[in-house]
């Protein structure tokens, strides 16, 4: 059922600034790593991807970080905007596997 | 392109009825769906794969009995969430793999938030 009292951890950011939202993952068989935004009452949408065999990914504005050392995966934001508040969702999947595994989510919340 | 949709996009229901999500993949073909539940201020925890033409492959801890799903296309999967209860309030989200791309890439539909009076 529903939990109550839970809270997301919250990055809050002035529009733009840069923001940084990390997370760790748990299995070291993962080879594929995605993060996800999701605004309030909507699924979540692609922002980047990135496999094992690289560190570093840009994009549009965003880039992933990967550390494979620490099981470590960073996602950051350039220039932040007020469309970017959302939470934001770290997802593995293991070698062989098609199966998406989310991370708990980080809420951004820009402000103006 | 790659755009999933599901309807209803909310409902409610009475406690020990049933109600059906559909998932359907709009300018792609998909052979394997997938089927998560959210509760508010958690994570995404998927529930099952749905294939298309088989069965679906359930998570542990989710009933199948209770979670009915059929992929009877290649571009609709539905679940069935049979005798609800309070309990299984949630938002129901789906997504999809465009079986005409190399790569892990799963489209995401825009949920199903579902609520049991």
């Known amino acids: 059922g529903e939990s109550v009292g839970l809270h997301l951890p919250t990055l809050s950011v002035q529009e733009g600034d840069n923001s940084i939202i990390n997370c760790a993952y748990s299995?070291?068989?993962?080879?594929?790593f995605i993060w996800y935004k999701q605004e309030s009452g909507k699924g979540p949408q692609f922002i980047i991807d990135i496999r094992s065999n690289m560190d570093k990914r840009q994009g549009q504005r965003v880039t992933v970080l990967l550390n494979k050392t620490v099981k470590h995966l960073s996602l950051q934001i350039a220039a932040t905007q007020p469309g970017d508040s959302a939470v934001y969702f770290c997802?593995?999947?293991?070698?062989?596997?098609?199966?998406?595994?989310f991370g708990k989510g980080n809420q951004v919340v820009v402000i103006p | 392109g790659a755009v999933v949709s599901q309807h209803p996009s909310w409902v409610i229901c009475k406690s020990g009825t049933s109600v059906k999500i559909e998932c359907r993949s709009l300018d792609f073909q998909a052979t394997t769906m997938f089927w998560y539940r959210q509760f508010p201020k958690q994570s995404l925890m998927l529930m099952a794969t749905s294939n298309e033409g088989s069965k679906a492959t359930y998570e542990q801890g989710v009933e199948k009995d209770k979670f009915l799903i059929n992929h009877a296309s290649l571009t609709l999967s539905t679940l069935t969430v049979t005798s609800a209860h309070p309990e299984d309030s949630s938002f129901y989200i789906c997504?999809?793999?465009?079986?005409?791309?190399?790569?892990?890439?799963?489209?995401f539909g825009p949920g199903t938030r579902l609520t049991v009076t």
């Open positions: 997504s999809a793999r465009d079986m005409g791309r190399v790569g892990n890439e799963q489209y």
């Open positions: 299995n070291s068989a993962s080879d594929y």
């Open positions: 997802a593995e999947i293991l070698y062989g596997n098609n199966r998406l595994a």
